[in-house]
């Protein structure tokens, strides 16, 4: 994986692609705006990033990740070359992983702010009714971003901090129907197939086979991404994965002399 190395307040660079001595970085979470708002690694390249509206949630990044003492951070939009489908399908196989490994994930909500106060907004925070409803709780990538860094912090457009993933975990299960004990870190094997699914059921991609490859992290799986197979295709090919990695698990409990009876191995894909 790439890294952005903050050099000064307003400077960032890439570093090479990293193998091992990965460094203690930050990640960031957030929702996609249109394709040419955002920074890209040829953007970088370039030096062409200022001029473009997604250079602010990029310099949010780097300037929290400062404040934690943290001088590596990582943004999907600039930190992966897309135009090489040999590494955006190794980046999207190694997502899961990547954000499970960072320091801090920060979520960048670009539709909740701090500073409105709304008269006849009762709730306590006057920041909740927005979080409740932002379009990042339904999006299909921000699903395993949530579940996957041990620990994860939510800020406004502003950059103010309103919590983290525990601190609104039940806001956070209200909104998505995770059980709280997934937000905490407990394992998903834990969860049937037949939850784990219904967790993304509602969740929208830009692409439709995103819908599927957004899930290889949550059932632990690695597959090749075949973009123009269509949705259908995508979750057949997930479904078989999975499959494959049920079997494997029944194999090893009955070699235990366990019971396989039970509705974690049931297997539920949507009609699509």
Known sequence: MRLLRRKSKREFSLTKDLIDDIPRYAILSHTWGDDDEEVTFIDLAESSRDIKAGYQKIQFCADQAARDSLEYFWVDTCCIDKSNNTELSEAINSMFRWYRNAAKCYVYLSDVSTNKHNQNNLSPQPWEAAFRKSRWFTRGWTLQELIAPPSVE?????????????SLGQIIHEVTGLAVQALEGSTLFEYSVTERLSWAKKRETKREEDKAYSLLGIFDIHMPLIYGEGMNNAFRRLREEIDKCSSIDRSRLLSSGISTHSSKS???ISSH
């Open 154 to 166: 939510f800020f406004s457009r502003e950059g103010k901090r309103i919590g983290d993933k525990k």
């Open 266 to 268: 049931t297997i539920w």
